[in-house]
């Protein structure tokens, strides 16, 4: 089974956000059961960068509007950060050569052209379908998010121009909210028949739609869990899809997100202080100790502390921890959160810091080394979003026995046990609450706080989370078994 997976990042070589780092852990994971999978990527200066063995596959000659000035290359080499991944990359400098992101500029505006550069991404993925490499062509092309949406639109008509079936198509959703919305002017520029544009093609209210792309015209769709899978084909989470979404729900279906044990894993994490596992708790104890030195928040061993690694932006839901974090610090507790995103929320949380060094600690950025760091020290992990197709942090607060304080919804309903009375000594992996009110993650945090006065039972539940099966394995098995049906 040749699988091509299509996407815009890949972790570590370039991530906005948990899609580079599935888009990194899933082809080792279906390579572990027997798939030869490679990636394409857009050829961003950080993917340039970590391709070795690099040799030119075949100038590539778009339709006319995607052409990109200076040319465009077809790289195909091995990405050495990512276990030696073999990877085609698209080497046009004119789109992908940027001073900023790899969707906006420096000043967060997103480029003018970006229905060309990643209609490339999709073009080029269905070229690969028509044997662009004549030594390696897909059985599957799975992309993934708006970005790679067109993928499964471009294989669509080259099969009913060739009247054959060239290769099977999955579209994984890991985020409905962005769709890539264009212009309806750019429709044009992308070669795709008169028939891709109307409600049955790429046409959203008027205007383009990427992510129908992949909605109408891939074999089948999947999201990053069963809950999510359910949620968007309701009016309430369906952004403006759910009526396309339900009409394809008998080919829709959601595979939770598993955890990368390369990189996340207490036993053998390299970035943090002490390396412990299910028997040796002690040793987080220590990695706390380092952390609120690191944060210099005062007070015992025994504080209470949450920790947030977040995007923060209305999905993530942070502003109810915002009003509920004065009675969380009253009760004894403390708090330390790695984010950036909504200024507003970056100003809320910098100034309750400001205002109380001692119990909160904020780093506004990205830091890997630093998200590890506080995931293992803490005590708990706050993820109150809105939506969550998947969510990876709270994955993660499981394996390091970093207990999850999470809104039932989307995949954190369908990774987190609440504790109760009657789950405590059966079930339980963290904390859940409904309302999307900070009284209510209140509410549950004040449960949080009174099983963590009660170190031993505490510690079972840390154990019972730490030994959650969530790697890749049972994902990969779910792809592979869907890669088969299509790939006809
Ligand atoms: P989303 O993709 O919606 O942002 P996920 O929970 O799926 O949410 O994935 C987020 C990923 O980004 C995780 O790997 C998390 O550790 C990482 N992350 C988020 N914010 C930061 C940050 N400020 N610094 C380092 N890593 C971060
Ligand atoms: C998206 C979602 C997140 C998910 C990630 C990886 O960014 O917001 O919930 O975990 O994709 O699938």
């Not at 000043?107 to 269905?126: M, S």
């Not at 939770?256 to 002690?282: C, K, M, Q, S, Y």
């Amino acid at each position: 089974m040749r699988v091509l997976q299509v996407q815009a990042e890949i972790f570590p070589l370039l991530k906005t956000g948990g899609l580079a780092d599935v888009a990194a852990a899933l082809p080792p994971a279906l390579r572990a059961q027997g798939a030869d999978v490679r990636v394409l990527l857009p050829g961003f200066d950080a993917v340039l960068q970590g391709l070795s063995d690099a040799a030119e596959v075949a100038r590539l000659h778009p339709p006319g509007g995607l052409h990109a000035a200076g040319g465009t290359r077809l790289l195909l080499g091995r990405l050495s950060a990512c276990g030696d991944l073999p990877a085609y990359v698209i080497d046009a400098p004119a789109y992908y050569h940027r001073e900023g992101g790899p969707y906006a500029d420096l000043h967060q505006q997103p480029y003018g052209d970006n229905h060309l550069r990643f209609a490339l991404l999709g073009w080029t993925a269905a070229q690969l379908a028509q044997a662009l490499d004549p030594l390696w062509r897909p059985d599957v092309v799975h992309a993934h998010d708006w970005h790679a949406a067109l993928a499964p639109a471009y294989l669509r008509q080259a099969q009913l121009n060739r009247q054959q079936h060239l290769a099977g198509s999955v579209y994984t959703i890991h985020n409905l909210a962005y769709q890539g919305l264009f212009n309806p002017r750019h429709f044009r520029e992308l070669g795709l028949p008169a028939d891709h544009w109307g409600v049955n093609g790429l046409e959203f209210h008027g205007q383009l739609n990427f992510m129908k792309g992949g909605l109408i015209f891939a074999d089948r769709i999947t999201t990053v869990s069963p809950s999510y899978a359910r949620e968007i084909q309701s009016p309430d989470q369906g952004c403006g899809l759910d009526g396309l979404l339900r009409q394809r729900t008998a080919h829709l279906s959601g595979i939770l997100n598993g955890v990368d044990a390369e990189v996340w894993d207490p036993r053998h994490d390299r970035l943090i202080p002490h390396a412990f596992g299910v028997d040796t708790l002690a040793d987080k104890a220590r990695n706390k100790a380092a952390l609120q030195q690191e944060l210099k928040l005062k007070g015992a061993a025994q504080a209470p502390l949450f920790c947030v690694v977040s995007r923060l932006t209305e999905q993530k839901g942070l502003h109810l921890l915002v009003q509920a974090a004065q009675g969380l610090i009253d009760a004894g507790a403390q708090i330390a959160l790695l984010g950036s995103g909504d200024a507003w929320m970056e100003g809320a949380f910098r100034a309750m810091a400001a205002a109380q060094p001692d119990a909160v600690a904020v780093r506004i950025g990205y830091d890997e080394s630093f998200a590890h760091r506080l995931i293992a020290g803490s005590d708990l992990i706050v993820v109150p979003s809105r939506y969550e197709p998947c969510g990876l942090t709270q994955l993660y607060g499981l394996k390091y026995g970093t207990l999850p304080l999470v809104r039932r919804v989307g995949g954190l309903a369908d990774t987190v046990a609440d504790t109760q009375l009657d789950t405590l000594d059966s079930t339980a992996t963290g904390f859940v609450f409904d309302a999307f009110e900070a009284d209510a993650l209140y509410r549950a945090a004040q449960r949080a706080l009174a099983v963590y006065r009660r170190p031993q039972e505490w510690q079972r539940v840390q154990q019972r989370a730490m030994q959650q099966p969530c790697d890749w394995s049972g994902p990969a098995r779910q792809y592979l078994q869907l890669y088969e049906r299509v790939s006809g």
